[in-house]
Structures are given as structure tokens and as C-alpha cells.
């Protein structure tokens, strides 16, 4: 009869064991192309550390031969300022000499002995040699130390440098693109604010998630994106056998298209028409499957669905009907069936 025949479907288990190896095959694949992508982002990591090392040792030694050239300048004012002192102490010693002989000569002449001492004690102060010691200004030394970082803050950079690495995987993950991109989006826009709120030294927000929380929350997309794509898949090869078996019951298949061209996880739709009959099946990421089938008379529409529910058996696919008239099928209409049913009637007496 017409109406809804919605079923589950259930792999038999050679099919399915076909199933699990080629999800399995995905699953490597993809993983090693994880693997291949963070090894590039680690070799690009390496050469930008290289880099910015080969710079800051640049920097240092630039800072180095600047301070040694200030202290090399230093030296040389030091040293021409000794130099000028000795002239300067030289001229005065000449000169206290020279006045100590005149005052000498004075006092010879009057009759009068003095002490030498006396006659230099009365020597002007301005004119005593006062030696000064001059020290070179200080150079600083911070210029060329590193900086000291504590172990939270290294955990810190650590977690922005996972971050990074992860915005960078989500962005070229096609699962995550296909399956996720509003989560992703999402998940972007948090890990925005962290990077921003580090780079500035701000807090972070408390509506925001913790830079090791978003770090679990982009594994967690990767690894939901990828469960996606293996069940996509699978339903890919299910629409194949769909359209194969109604095909071969005689139908004519239209391309499958999404209930929703936004969500591509939502519902796939199938259509298939025989003259005035057609069919309607709703396809998910479930095992169960929705149908409609019209315009086929009571009979020969479980009989269509009976032939349906062979070829895709012959295809290792087990149709589980949910109504209970169509689990059960007449004896014509099952498989090598033969003979009619017998009845219970004795032959009659006249039979010989």
C-alpha cells in the first residue's frame, strides 16, 4: 500500500567489515596529514626562532661594540685628563719653587731665617696640586642580559604557541571547514581575545575560556570533524546502494540533493519515480532511514518494496522495516518461493 516505509538499515558483516576498513584507511590518512602539517609548522617554527636568534645575537653584539666604544672613549678622556693634570701640577710646583726662592733671597737680604715649610703653608690653596681620581661613567649592563622568564610564563608562551599552531590547523582542516564552520568561527573569535589580552598583557575576560581550554576545545573540533566525515562517508555509500538497488527494481533515480544546502550533515534527499509510482526517502547520519512511496496499489507497492529490500540485502544491506506488515512477506514474494501455499482441505471423494 501506499504510504510511509520507513526503515533501519543494518550492515551485514562482511560489508561492514569492508565499512570499518576503509574508515580506518581515512582516519591514518587524515592523521598523517596532521602529522605532516604540524612537522611543516614546526620546521617553520625552527627556521623563525633561528632567525629571530641570529638577530638578538646581531642586536647583543651591536649593543657590545657600542659600550666598548664608549668605554674606549672614556678611557681616552681619562687619560687626557691625566695627562693635563700632571702639566697642571707640573706648572705649579714651578711655580711654588720658583716663589719659594724669591722669598728666601727676600729674607736673606733683611737677615731673617725661615722655615721652607712655613713659606709653602702660606702658598695659596689654588696653587697646591690636588691629584683628583676620576672613575668612568657606568655603562649599562641590562643592554646585554637576557631577560629572566618564570616557569608560569614560559607555560604561558607555550599555550599562545599551541593556540597559533591550532588556528593555523583548523584553517586549512576541510572537515572543520565543511562540517564545523560555525563552531570554528566561534572557537576563532575566543582565541582572538586570548591572543589579544596576551600581547597587550591584559586579563583575560571571565567570559572567555582559558588559553588550555581552547587549546582542548580546538582538539575536540578536530577530532568531531573527523567523526563526521567517516559518517558522511558512510552514507555516501549507502546513497549508492540506494540508487543501485532501486534502479535495478526499475525506478528512475533523481540526483540526491541536502534537505538544507547550508548543512550539509542534515538529511539527504532521494527521489525515484516508475511511470505513476515514485518514492521519497529522507537519508541522515542515522540508521534509520524515512520513506514515502505513492501512487502504488496495495500489492504491487510491497511487492516494489520487497524487491527493493533484495537487492539492497544482495549488497550486504539488511532492511529492517519498521512496520510490521512489511516485515513479514507472502510466500510468493519471498525468495525461491515456488509452490503456492497448500491449504488444509482433504481432496474431495471424488478425486482418485
Known amino acids: 500500500m501506499s504510504g510511509p516505509k520507513n526503515y533501519r538499515y543494518v550492515l551485514a558483516a562482511a560489508r561492514r567489515a569492508q565499512i570499518q576498513l576503509r574508515r580506518a584507511a581515512e582516519r591514518a590518512a587524515r592523521a598523517q596529514a596532521v602529522i605532516a602539517r604540524q612537522e611543516a609548522q614546526r620546521l617553520k617554527a625552527e627556521r623563525e626562532a633561528q632567525r629571530a636568534q641570529e638577530q638578538r645575537a646581531k642586536v647583543r653584539q651591536q649593543h657590545a661594540e657600542r659600550a666598548n666604544s664608549r668605554r674606549m672613549k672614556v678611557s681616552e678622556d681619562l687619560a687626557r685628563e691625566r695627562l693635563a693634570n700632571q702639566h697642571r701640577d707640573s706648572i705649579r710646583r714651578k711655580s711654588n719653587l720658583s716663589r719659594l726662592e724669591q722669598a728666601k733671597a727676600s729674607r736673606k737680604n733683611q737677615g731673617e731665617h725661615t722655615d721652607g715649610a712655613e713659606l709653602i703653608a702660606d702658598t695659596p690653596k689654588s696653587l697646591v696640586s690636588n691629584q683628583e681620581t676620576l ?18 610564563e614560559l607555560s604561558g608562551v607555550e599555550d599562545i604557541s599551541t593556540i597559533l599552531q591550532w588556528r593555523e590547523e583548523l584553517a586549512v582542516d576541510e572537515d572543520v571547514k565543511q562540517y564545523l564552520a560555525n563552531e570554528s568561527g566561534e572557537w576563532n573569535r575566543k582565541a582572538e581575545v586570548i591572543l589579544s589580552a596576551y600581547l597587550s598583557g591584559a586579563n583575560v575576560p571571565p567570559a572567555v575560556s582559558s588559553a588550555k581550554d581552547i587549546v582542548q576545545e580546538a582538539q575536540a573540533l578536530h577530532n568531531q570533524a573527523g567523526s563526521l566525515r567517516e559518517q ?5 555509500e549507502l546513497l549508492a546502494d540506494m540508487i543501485s538497488s532501486l534502479q535495478e527494481t526499475g525506478f528512475f533515480v533523481s540526483d540526491p540533493q541536502y ?18 509510482q515514485s518514492v521519497v526517502a529522507s537519508i541522515d547520519l542515522t540508521d534509520t532511514i524515512k520513506s514515502v512511496w505513492n501512487g502504488i496499489e496495495d500489492n504491487q507497492c510491497k511487492d516494489a518494496f520487497f524487491r527493493y529490500v533484495d537487492q539492497m540485502k544482495l549488497k550486504g544491506v539488511v532492511v529492517e522495516p519498521e512496520r510490521a506488515d512489511l516485515r513479514d512477506r507472502p510466500q510468493l514474494l519471498q525468495v525461491d518461493a515456488k509452490l503456492l501455499p497448500r491449504g488444509n482441505r482433504e481432496p474431495s471423494e471424488n478425486q482418485s
Open 259 to 276: 534537505e538544507d544546502s547550508a548543512n550539509p550533515c542534515g538529511a539527504v534527499i532521494l527521489r525515484a519515480t516508475r511511470g505513476g
Open 232 to 236: 558522511f562517508n558512510t552514507r555516501n
Open 135 to 152: 672613575s668612568a661613567p657606568s655603562v649599562p649592563e641590562d643592554e646585554l642580559e637576557e631577560l629572566e622568564i618564570s616557569s608560569d
